[in-house]
């Protein structure tokens, strides 16, 4: 079973994907954001070349731990692409994970250009990681979908 990582952004929509055990997460792709239906088209073609059975969707949270506007439009977003394609979408707690992205790169000696290109899909990255991790998708059906924080 492989799982997909989203970190949504304004502009860009980072993407990682799990390997077939459900135990490692990989950067894969940034894509540009557009309209939703060519977000999907773009989405639905990365689902059905890796065959994933779940995307986590990084949920963006105050601090605190509060559900702001930004965290509202996520969970709309991930509930119309549940609808669009067809697969069950959870909520991943996100905070932090694009600076903690951002350091991994810094640590890495990367310039600057190249951070741009990759922030996003290593930031997705580190939030299916969490995902992975937590070992709250084993053994799960996909029955059931949620906010799984």
Not at 58 to 65: D, E, F, I, K, T
Not at 70 to 98: H, I, K
Not at 113 to 138: E, F, P, T
Request: proline residues 1%; hydrophobic residues 40%; aromatic residues 6%.
């Amino acid at each position: 079973m492989r799982i997909m990582g989203l970190d949504l952004g304004q502009k860009r929509i980072g993407v990682a994907v799990s390997d077939e055990l459900g135990i490692t997460a990989q950067a894969l792709t940034t894509l540009n954001r557009g309209s939703f239906e060519h977000d999907c088209a773009a989405l639905k073609e990365l689902a059905q070349s890796y065959e994933v059975e779940r995307i986590v969707v990084g949920l963006p949270l105050s601090m605190s731990g509060e559900l702001g506007r930004s965290g509202e439009e996520c969970m709309a977003y991930g509930n119309q692409l549940e609808g669009y394609l067809g697969v069950p979408v959870v909520f991943w707690d996100e905070r932090l994970s694009t600076v903690a992205a951002e350091k991994s790169l810094l640590e890495g000696d990367m310039r600057r250009n190249r951070r741009r290109r990759v922030i996003d899909q290593v930031a997705a990255c580190l939030i299916l990681d969490g995902y992975l991790r937590s070992g709250k998708w084993a053994g799960v059906g996909f029955g059931g979908r949620g906010s799984e924080r």
